[in-house]
């Protein structure tokens, strides 16, 4: 039953569109350091990296979120367009179906991290 929710191909495809617009936005770094925020409460962070971090982690949100609607999109239009072969219909629903919910599941994760390194940051102020 656990089978039923893994496809690889699909969180692949939401991580090879996501990352290469962080680095287009300048924000990747900025990205990898809301995790170590988040993680670590021994370094101090300046002002600014925690709030580029913030910016950072709601950046790829809304970037995981989009992806994930955009390859939805198209998954059912290549899923309309062969048609011809109804016995294949539910399995590639369902296949397109998990895009969505893996992007739910990275937005989740992301918020928490988000919410940490907001919270360092109000702590600091």
């Known amino acids: ?27 990747f770094r900025d990205f990898l350091r809301g995790f170590s925020i988040a993680v670590s409460r021994k370094k101090e962070y300046t002002m600014i990296e925690m709030k580029r971090a913030l910016l950072a982690l709601h950046t790829t949100m809304k970037l995981v979120s989009c992806i994930a609607i955009l390859v939805t999109i198209v998954t059912i239009v290549l899923i309309l367009v062969t048609l ?15 895009v969505p919910l893996y992007a739910v599941m990275i937005d989740v994760i992301l918020l928490i991290f988000h919410a940490k390194v907001k919270t360092r940051l109000i702590e600091k102020e």
């Open 1 to 27: 039953m656990l089978m039923w929710y893994l496809d690889f191909p699909s969180l692949f495809l939401i991580l090879l569109l996501t990352i290469p617009m962080l680095f287009a936005t300048g924000l």
């Open 84 to 98: 011809d072969t109804p016995e294949a219909l539910g399995p590639n629903m369902a296949v397109a179906c998990l």
